[in-house]
């Protein structure tokens, strides 16, 4: 069963094996929630949460950065070509109910302020502390939180 929610994943590509392992557990959690889970389709955070979500056999979109849809790493349900660079930052923000950031750095900053501008909820794991970021401290945390911020949208 699928909610008609969509949350998008912020993230970078360079990570430790740790947030690797609880970007999987968020992925997997999600999928079992139900959502449609956007991300942006390449490594690392992206890598991650599109394999969890895969795993528990949930529906996430990758949205690329590149026109080349192999680009996109193997767990995308529907990877999407751009061509458009860093600019599908947007593209993610504006395609979610709300968004989950994991560690990151400049690019995920630009996906957090999208939100922000677009009024949307955003929950924090591991990434920028910035006061309107709501901090989640676990993987089931960071479900929790969104749960209490989807039913404010």
């Not at 993230?11 to 740790?18: C, E, K, V």
């Not at 969890?52 to 790493?73: A, F, M, R, T, Y």
Request: net charge negative; aromatic share 8%.
């Amino acid at each position: 069963m699928y909610s008609n929610q969509r949350i998008s994943v912020f993230g970078g590509r360079d990570i430790t094996p740790d947030v690797y392992e609880d970007t999987l557990e968020i992925g997997r959690r999600l999928a079992d929630e139900g959502y449609l889970v956007f991300c942006g389709g390449g490594a690392g955070v992206m890598e991650a949460i599109a394999k969890g979500v895969h795993d528990e056999g949930g529906i996430v979109v990758g949205v690329l950065k590149g026109q080349d849809l192999e680009e996109g790493n193997k767990y995308l349900t529907v990877p999407i070509a751009t061509g458009i660079g860093i600019a599908r930052n947007a593209i993610l923000a504006y395609n979610c109910d709300a968004a989950i950031a994991i560690s990151g750095q400049y690019g995920t900053l630009s996906e957090i302020a999208y939100a922000f501008q677009l009024k949307k909820p955003v929950i924090g794991y591991k990434t920028w502390d910035i006061d309107s970021v709501v901090c989640a401290d676990s993987p089931s945390d960071v479900v929790i939180k969104l749960k209490k911020e989807l039913k404010n949208v």
